[in-house]
């Protein structure tokens, strides 16, 4: 008798050509495979989470570049100095131009503060001549009212004289 897959053996094993290819059958090699299995995931946790644990590899980090100053300075003690007062110097220039900003800032700051008292004072003063100008022109309209009825006056009182 014939099966479809064209063998002759109607058993389970010979039915099914991937068997051998869907792993083992007997249980001790499942157990096996399944530790197999477990100690490889494991050690797959253990790898991403040394990965993920920054603080620790930060320190790792630290300690190689410590140790590798350390051989340097070994190899080389002068180099090691020279590198080391660079370092300072450029702290040092950092630190200056920081301080040497913030020192132009507060000047910008308070010279930006002066500016703007500077304009409102400017402001009052336009606004108080404006208030004078108009006093004066105020009363050099009065006054010359006072000198067109004054000249009225006189003159009245020169035709009346002279009528007389």
């Known amino acids: 008798m014939s099966t479809p897959s064209?063998?002759?053996?109607?058993?389970?094993?010979?039915?099914r050509p991937d068997a051998a290819?869907?792993?083992p059958t007997d249980p001790d090699?499942?157990?096996?495979?399944?530790?197999?299995t477990r100690e490889q995931l494991g050690r797959t946790v253990d790898e991403l989470s040394?990965?993920?644990d920054v603080p620790a590899r930060a320190k790792e980090g630290a300690a190689r570049a410590k140790?590798?100053?350390?051989?340097?300075?070994r190899e080389s003690p002068p180099a090691v100095a020279g590198a080391g007062a660079a370092l300072a110097g450029l702290v040092g220039l950092l630190v200056w131009r920081r301080r040497r900003k913030r020192r132009r800032a507060s000047a910008?700051?308070?010279?930006s503060r002066a500016v703007l008292e500077a304009r409102a004072e400017a402001r009052r003063a336009r606004r108080d001549a404006a208030r004078h100008a108009e006093k004066a022109r105020r009363a050099v309209a009065k006054n010359?009212?006072?000198a067109a009825r004054t000249t009225r006056t006189r003159t009245r009182k020169t035709a009346r004289r002279a009528r007389r």
């Open 67 to 73: 140790d590798t100053a350390v051989e340097t300075y």
């Open 6 to 15: 064209g063998s002759s053996s109607p058993s389970g094993d010979d039915a």
């Open 144 to 146: 010359a009212k006072r």
């Open 50 to 52: 040394h990965r993920l």
């Open 29 to 36: 090699a499942i157990k096996a495979d399944i530790e197999a």
């Open 108 to 111: 910008e700051a308070a010279t």
């Open 21 to 23: 290819a869907a792993g």
